[in-house]
């Protein structure tokens, strides 16, 4: 079994777990309440910054082990906001990633009113309830996991819940999924079912995509040479998370990452 595999098997009883606490009609029933409202879109902020960056607060990966295991959700979030990230993504998986729901509604009381990406790994339709609820603006949706249909119906549902799409594709078999017209096309440099990185992932499937996407580069990047070449590439967004977590002050380090780019 592969990384991926065992992730989503896991994920599949975690959310049976979290169904058995909080049936499916009661937090419809929550998420209904709220919607409606204003939600600060990802697309937008993407397509409007001037570097596209979507920075990670991420404690920890199932490669490395934890990277920040004090990280503070009240704290680095809204230090990237007020340091320059177009959008913030957080990690929810609490198993493999050290994440929770909680840490998407610490950031928002602490401020940090630009677009938050729900990054977990999205395999039912409750979980897009989770993500409305906690105050996501954005949700991860992954090629490798899902079948076309299962995509497009998730994809569906996350925008009746005023939720905007980073569908994630790592192979060229994958691109078809870009059919689907999410609001982001996500090309991940990491294969997540060895870990093993390659930012040319992105430099080979970028042409592959279509003309009107707003492409967004995932994991592996660590340089701002690299982001520039990225942009003539064509991508807008840029998700970065190891490479500010494993500073002393990633807020800083995302100030001066951006003034190099």
């Known amino acids: 079994m592969d990384v991926l595999e065992k992730i989503v098997a896991h994920k599949r009883v975690e959310v049976e777990k979290c169904k058995e606490v909080v049936p499916a009609y ?3 029933s929550r998420v209904e309440a709220i919607l409606g409202g204003k939600v600060p879109s990802m697309r937008e902020a993407i397509v409007e910054s001037t570097t596209g960056i979507i920075a990670e607060f991420k404690r920890k990966s199932p490669s490395k082990g934890w990277i920040k295991e004090e990280g503070r959700a009240d704290v680095i ?41 729900y990054k977990n790994f999205i395999i039912d339709e409750y979980q897009l309830f989770q993500a409305r609820l ?20 998730l994809l569906h549902t996350a925008h009746e819940l005023q939720l905007e799409v980073l569908l994630e594709m790592h192979s060229e ?24 990185t ?30 520039r070449q990225l942009m003539q590439a064509g991508f807008k967004g840029f998700l970065i998370g190891e490479c500010f977590m494993k500073q002393e002050n990633p807020g800083e380090a995302l100030a001066k990452f951006i003034s190099e780019i």
């Open 26 to 28: 009661a937090i419809h």
């Open 77 to 117: 979030p809204l230090s990237y906001q007020q340091n320059g990230a177009a959008a913030i993504s957080i990690l929810t998986d609490e198993e493999f990633f050290g994440g929770s729901d909680k840490f998407i509604v610490k950031a928002r009381q602490s401020g940090v009113s630009i677009p938050v990406l």
């Open 134 to 153: 906690c105050g996501a603006s954005a949700v991860l949706l992954i090629a490798a996991e899902l079948s076309k249909e299962e995509c497009r119906s």
């Open 173 to 196: 078999q994958e691109l078809e999924y870009a059919d689907l017209e999410p609001d982001l096309c996500g090309i991940n440099n990491r294969n997540l079912g060895t870990f093993i």
């Open 198 to 227: 390659s930012v040319d992932n992105s430099f080979r499937l970028a042409s592959m995509l279509p003309k009107e996407a707003v492409k967004v580069s995932e994991s592996g990047i660590s340089n701002p040479a690299t982001i």
